[in-house]
């Protein structure tokens, strides 16, 4: 199959390989300008190449999933290129699929041909080819999840057969069935869980845990589908779940006690982190990720007596304002703010003055502000979350804000409460990415996982144990006394199952999950992205339709395709 000069090839493809070093605790990069087939003929190959299989994810598993759902919506800041995503407008219909994610099979590829080739390779023991294999598998299986939710049906044969390495163009493809995608998906992730180690060497590989995990969502998913779902899929992905929780001691895995730390920067790799993405801070061959700007409010905008009182800062990142909670994420879905710790512990709703020499700010402007009464390091901004503003807030030197300036509609769009998940105040430069390890998956959602799949099976009372372990966590704040920490646990504690539906599981998975990369994903596996959108999304709700489930094939895959029966029933139904 011949896609975007032919980017099914390994073959004259120019990626950052990145090699492995057995005395490092973390994936390194070094350059190569071609991957070939005959660079797989030596353990040095594969290992290169299947850390370039690693690679891939820094440029795929970010975004996506995030706006045009009930959590996030757009700011005028962008433009409509962007927008159509959450808007779900005509545009859709040409924009290049998801976040780049017809780009998997090229990583993919890499994967056939290591499984291929390897065989053949003689320089390499069998207990490292075993577990090289059962960690490509993985990502094969990884990458075709998010491929099969993202378009539906997609290939398995790139041009030289079914899951075989292809190094000839061509120009034919011909996409499988949901049902034998999710075949292959659960394949390669039982046979990687078998040769996994139980704990991976470096940070950033795939380990048991991180087979467990996907192997439930994939259950999880898969039962989901009209076409493709199975009577017992909710209980193999409960079955898959559990192993991972009751067995996390082993596998090195446990919840963060404090859920302020969880996505702290520092923490990436903490207990509960899965599986996640690693980046470099080696500024020649680092690749990071703009997630750490795009939930960004506008601070930089406002002023006092016509002086900048937040100037832009490392500390509260690039503000591209971009993408902002709707205010059923802000008012609805967190609820009970008192004893929910995981709002303090995502969003930002207060800035400190940071108006010095080294941000920029003139000697007369900081002794304007100083007149005014605000010096470097008092509160300047305050997001509050009632319109009639208390006592305690009134006659203050700072610029308040109340909900309805976070949802203005005729005029620009620059305060409301910013995403702190991917803060990094360590990146290059004030303008720059960030370089942090990116999340895919943390056990907070492996318990979430087996409560919905035992909710599904009307195993609510079961399900309470799961879901409680969460929200239990979720009440504990630093600074609580002993009975001010029970009291906020008894409040977040379910005892009625027959709270427990898809709905309740889907609002509490925001609580916990928001802005993480999944919500498109979980919606439309839930068949819920419609309903939810319509309800809760301003902007996507008049133009949102059923077919919206999922993304349209790229026109560039089109553009390339030569058989003109195929790309004319290539595309998915109501995209042209």
């Not at 898809?502 to 439309?524: K, S």
């Amino acid at each position: 199959m011949k896609i975007i000069n032919n980017t099914w090839l390994a073959l004259g493809l120019s990626l950052l390989i990145l090699s492995c070093h057995s005395c490092n605790d973390m994936l390194e990069e070094t350059p190569r300008s071609v991957l070939t087939p005959d660079f797989f003929a030596t353990s040095q190959g594969l290992e290169a190449g299947l850390n370039a299989a690693y690679a891939g994810l820094r440029s795929y598993f970010y975004g996506g999933g995030i706006t045009g759902t009930d959590e996030f919506s757009l700011t005028d800041a962008v433009n409509a290129t962007e927008a159509c995503t959450n808007t779900y407008d005509n545009l859709l219909n040409s924009v290049n699929g998801a976040g780049g994610t017809w780009s998997a099979f090229i990583y993919i590829n890499t994967c056939n041909g290591i499984l291929e080739k390897g065989l053949e390779v003689e320089d390499m023991n069998e207990s490292r080819r075993k577990t090289l294999f059962a960690e490509t598998k993985f990502l094969r299986a990884l990458y075709y999840l998010r491929l099969v939710q993202t378009y539906g049906a997609v290939p398995l044969d790139l041009g030289t057969g079914k899951l075989a390495f292809n190094s000839t163009a061509t120009t034919l493809s011909v996409r499988n069935p949901v049902s034998e995608v999710y075949e292959v998906i659960i394949n390669d992730l039982q046979e990687a869980l078998a040769d996994l180690p139980d704990k991976g060497a470096q940070k950033g590989r795939a380990d048991k845990a991180s087979a467990l995990h996907f192997l439930a969502k994939a259950y999880l998913t898969r039962a989901g589908d009209k076409e493709a779902g199975q009577a017992g899929d909710y209980a193999d992905a409960f079955r898959y779940a559990d192993q991972l929780i009751q067995n996390r001691a082993a596998y090195g895995r446990e919840l963060q006690q404090n859920y302020a730390l969880v996505h702290l920067e520092g923490h990436e790799d903490d207990a509960e982190t899965i599986f996640n993405v690693q980046c470099t801070h080696d500024y020649e061959f680092g690749e990071g990720n703009t997630m750490n700007y795009v939930f960004t409010a506008g601070y930089e905008n406002v002023t006092v007596e016509g002086v900048r009182i937040v100037p832009r800062c490392m500390e509260y990142q690039r503000p591209w304002r971009m993408y902002t909670p709707t205010p059923w994420l802000i008012f609805n879905a967190f609820d009970n703010k008192a004893n929910d710790s995981r709002w303090d512990g995502s969003f930002r709703m207060m800035w400190e003055c940071r108006a010095s020499a080294e941000n920029g700010s003139s000697a007369a402007d900081i002794e304007k502000l100083a007149a005014y009464g605000m010096q470097y390091g008092d509160t300047a901004i305050l997001l509050i979350l009632t319109d009639e503003i208390p006592p305690q807030h009134q006659n203050k030197k700072y610029v308040i804000y109340t909900p309805n300036q976070f949802y203005m509609n005729s005029a620009a769009q620059y305060m409301y409460p910013n995403l702190t998940k991917y803060d990094d105040t360590k990146r290059f430069a004030l303008n720059e990415v960030s370089m942090r390890p990116v999340f895919i998956a943390r056990l907070a959602e492996t318990y979430l996982v087996a409560a919905e799949a035992l909710v599904m099976q009307g195993k609510k009372q079961e399900a309470l144990t799961y879901i409680n372990a969460v929200r239990r966590r979720a009440a504990h704040r630093e600074g609580l006394t002993a009975e001010q920490q029970a009291a906020a646990e008894q409040a977040m504690t379910l005892t009625d199952p027959n709270v427990l539906d898809i709905d309740f599981i889907l609002d509490e998975r925001t609580r916990e999950m928001c802005g993480e990369g999944w919500r498109w994903f979980d919606l439309t596996r839930t068949n819920k992205l419609v309903e939810r959108v319509r309800l809760y999304n301003e902007k996507g709700a008049p133009n949102i339709q059923d077919f919206h489930v999922l993304r349209p094939i790229p026109q560039t895959q089109l553009d390339l395709m030569s058989d003109e029966t195929q790309r004319d029933a290539y595309q998915n139904e109501g995209y042209y």
